[in-house]
T-cell receptor
Framework: GENVEQHPSTLSVQEGDSAVIKCTYS??????FPWYKQELGKRPQLIID?????GEKKDQRIAVTLNKTAKHFSLHITETQPEDSAVYFCAAPSGNQFYFGTGTSLTVIP | DAGITQSPRHKVTETGTPVTLRCHQTENHRYMYWYRQDPGHGLRLIHYSYGVKDTDKGEVSDGYSVSRSKTEDFLLTLESATSSQTSVYFC????????????FGPGTRLTVT
C-alpha cells in the first residue's frame, strides 16, 4: 500500500499571509494527487488536484506543486482569508485505493 | 454536491448490537467507498466496491462487512459493534478508481456505548 505523511498537523497564520502544507508518499506508481478541504462538521471536498505529468497547478489563490523524484507534493494558499480556516487532507493512490494524510488544521487569524 | 446521501446521519447504539449504515448515490458511479474518520488518523478506508457484488477490503476492515446489490446502494455493517468503532463514517463515490475526484457523502456519526 501507500504511506502518506502530511505536515504540519496544525498551522496558524495571520490573515493575508501564505500557508504551505506538505505531503510525502511512497508508491512511485502514484500519478494523481488531490487535496481536500473539510470545514467543521462538513464533508471533505476537493479543492485542487494534480497529475504526475505536471509540476505545478494554480487556481486563483491555491496552488499545488509536485516533485515526483522526491515523492512529495505541497499545497500553497496565498493571501489567506478567515474562510480558509479548515482541515486540509492530501491523498495519494495505490491500486484502486486512496491513502489520505492525517490532515492539517489551518487557522487564519483575522 | 454530487447526488450522494447517507443514512442514518446520527446513531447511538450499545456494544454488541448489529448496525447497518447505508450509502445511496444517484450518479451511477462505478466505485463506492466507506471510510472512517478519527482524530489524528485522517480518513481510513474500510471497504470499497468496484461494481455490483464486487467488493474489496481496505486498511481497517476488521469488524466490518459490506454489500452492494444495486449500483446505487452500498451498505456497511458492523456485525457486533464495539466502542472502538465509535467514529464518523463517510461514504464516497467516483467514476474511476484512484485517478479522479472522490465525492463524499455528508457522513454518519456513530456512537457505541
Amino acid at each position: 500500500g501507500e504511506n502518506v505523511e502530511q505536515h504540519p498537523s496544525t498551522l496558524s497564520v495571520q490573515e493575508g499571509d501564505s500557508a504551505v502544507i506538505k505531503c510525502t508518499y511512497s508508491d512511485s506508481a502514484s500519478n494523481y494527487f488531490p487535496w481536500y478541504k473539510q470545514e467543521l462538521g462538513k464533508r471533505p471536498q476537493l479543492i485542487i488536484d494534480i497529475r504526475s505529468n505536471v509540476g505545478e497547478k494554480k487556481d486563483q489563490r491555491i496552488a499545488v506543486t509536485l516533485n515526483k523524484t522526491a515523492k512529495h507534493f505541497s499545497l500553497h494558499i496565498t493571501e489567506t482569508q478567515p474562510e480558509d480556516s479548515a482541515v486540509y487532507f492530501c491523498a495519494a493512490p495505490s491500486g484502486n485505493q486512496f491513502y489520505f494524510g492525517t490532515g492539517t488544521s489551518l487557522t487564519v487569524i483575522p | 454536491d454530487a447526488g450522494i446521501t447517507q443514512s442514518p446521519r446520527h446513531k447511538v447504539t450499545e456494544t454488541g448490537t448489529p448496525v447497518t449504515l447505508r450509502c445511496h448515490q444517484t450518479e451511477n458511479h462505478r466505485y463506492m467507498y466507506w471510510y472512517r474518520q478519527d482524530p489524528g488518523h485522517g480518513l481510513r478506508l474500510i471497504h470499497y466496491s468496484y461494481g455490483v457484488k464486487d467488493t474489496d477490503k481496505g486498511e481497517v476492515s476488521d469488524g466490518y462487512s459490506v454489500s452492494r446489490s444495486k449500483t446505487e446502494d452500498f451498505l456497511l455493517t458492523l456485525e457486533s459493534a464495539t466502542s472502538s468503532q465509535t467514529s464518523v463514517y463517510f461514504c464516497a463515490i467516483s467514476p474511476i478508481a484512484a485517478g479522479y475526484e472522490q465525492y463524499f457523502g455528508p457522513g454518519t456519526r456513530l456512537t457505541v456505548t
